[in-house]
């Protein structure tokens, strides 16, 4: 399959593999030449590798592994004879479910799609499964700035696929996640720094040191989470849910979903389009900043605490997308406070028997909040998007194994010792 690396803001092209910006400085994403969206001739095949023919890399097997042929089934190119190794086969095909104790509270028809289903209880192990694997492919290690959910998922990945991981971590990590990363034993670096440098440091160094950097926003990551947004459109085919509320932090899974939208209407299988609306924490909120000011660009903040930690994030890499996509599908960017967040992480659990994480509960808060403005009507099919479980606990380590405290300086220097 051919792929090619375009810029939603300016439509420039590359066709190098690793970059992650485009010369304007917004971030990239991939393009397929040979994509197939036609619902009825998908192939049957695990998670998110069903929509494998608009990822940038094949399914890993053991004869891919190996640098063998893969066989087809039947002599169909879309199915191979050998089944996805790893937990990347377990990313991707979680249930999305009507959820009608919650309509009268939410104020419209609601479904919650649970991302806390996939192997490390969050919708990161689409992305990280995509860019594992295409790590794995080349024979290199993988990398990732992140203190969460993303760390940890990006670690198991590689631990099933037998490759490096370095987890680029603030040096004010909490020990319960630290625990939480360290158990699929990652090469973890606690770095003393703008945590917003970090990241476009470790963008500058992946390619000098040959470590495929797969952050929040990357363009392998985009590509595996648009499938979040994939399998829920394809659960409703024919038919089309008016709204999908996800959280935003980064900017990436809102990318995803508008990029996956985008795909499926070049294809033609959409009879209309859904509105995608993004729910930010109050204290940490510059997109929906943005949005209210009629911006065309987001502005980074120093973001407050929040119990919605995942998403607290004032200098979001792919805001401006992010902002463009709510837009251009006539949705909204809202912001809620930890008040109501722990209001609907209790609506969740009671009406719905989900244990999500608070940054998931944004959603239903966010609904309340488009409900009230008369955005989102009564009859309106509305998919609420839990990114990630709330069943989160202590690993059971005394000590989590010794990890380096460096300033952001001397990353470089720390990164090829600890590397080689």
């Not at 619902?39 to 998110?48: C, K």
């Not at 097997?61 to 893969?70: C, F, K, M, W, Y």
């Not at 997109?287 to 930690?309: C, H, L, M, Q, R």
């Amino acid at each position: 399959m051919a792929a090619m690396l375009t810029c939603y803001a300016c439509g420039e092209e590359y066709d190098q593999r690793e970059r992650a910006r485009c010369a304007c400085g917004e971030p990239l994403w991939f393009e397929m030449d040979d994509a197939n969206l036609e619902w009825e001739t998908l192939p049957d095949a695990p998670g998110l590798w069903r929509y494998k023919s608009v990822l940038p890399i094949d399914p890993p097997t053991d004869a891919s592994r190996e640098g063998g042929d893969v066989s087809t089934v039947s002599g169909d190119p879309s199915r191979t004879a050998l089944p996805p190794v790893g937990i990347a086969s377990g990313a991707g095909g979680t249930p999305l479910f009507r959820t009608p104790m919650l309509d009268e509270v939410a104020g419209c028809t609601t479904y919650l799609k649970d991302e806390g289903q996939n192997p490390t209880g969050s919708f990161k192990d689409r992305g990280s499964a995509v860019g594992v694997t295409a790590a794995a492919e080349r024979g290199r290690p993988v990398g990732t700035v992140s203190h969460g959910n993303m760390a940890m998922s990006m670690a198991a990945h590689a631990a099933s696929a037998d490759i490096t991981c370095v987890v680029l971590v603030p040096a004010d990590i909490s020990e319960t996640r630290l625990q939480l990363i360290s158990q699929y034993n990652p090469l973890v670096i606690r770095v003393d720094g703008n945590y917003g440098r970090l990241y476009e440091r470790s963008l500058e160094l992946g390619p000098e040191l040959g470590i495929s950097f797969v952050n929040s926003d990357s363009p392998l990551r985009v590509a595996g989470q648009a499938t979040t947004t994939l399998e829920i459109l394809d659960e409703f085919a024919p038919a089309v849910p008016d709204a999908l509320v996800m959280p935003v932090s980064s900017g990436g899974h809102a990318s995803s979903a508008w990029k996956a939208l985008r795909d499926l209407e070049a294809a033609g299988v959409l009879s209309s389009l859904p509105t995608l609306h993004f729910v930010q924490a109050a204290s940490s909120a510059p997109i929906a900043a943005a949005f209210a000011d009629d911006e065309n660009t987001v502005s980074p903040i120093k973001g407050g605490g929040t119990i919605a930690y995942s998403i607290g994030n004032g200098d979001p890499p792919s805001g401006n997308r992010a902002l463009a996509a709510a837009r251009d599908t006539g949705g909204r960017v809202v912001a809620v406070t930890d008040d109501e967040i722990r209001a609907a992480t209790a609506e969740l659990a009671a009406r719905a028997g989900a244990c999500v994480e608070p940054a998931s509960a944004t959603t239903l808060a966010g609904t309340w909040n488009l409900v009230d403005d008369g955005v989102i009507n009564a009859d309106d099919d509305v998919v609420l998007v839990a990114t990630g479980t709330g069943f989160k606990e202590d690993v059971g380590q005394p000590d989590s194994p010794e990890s380096p405290t460096v300033p952001l300086k001397e990353l470089e220097a720390t990164l090829k010792r600890r590397i080689d």
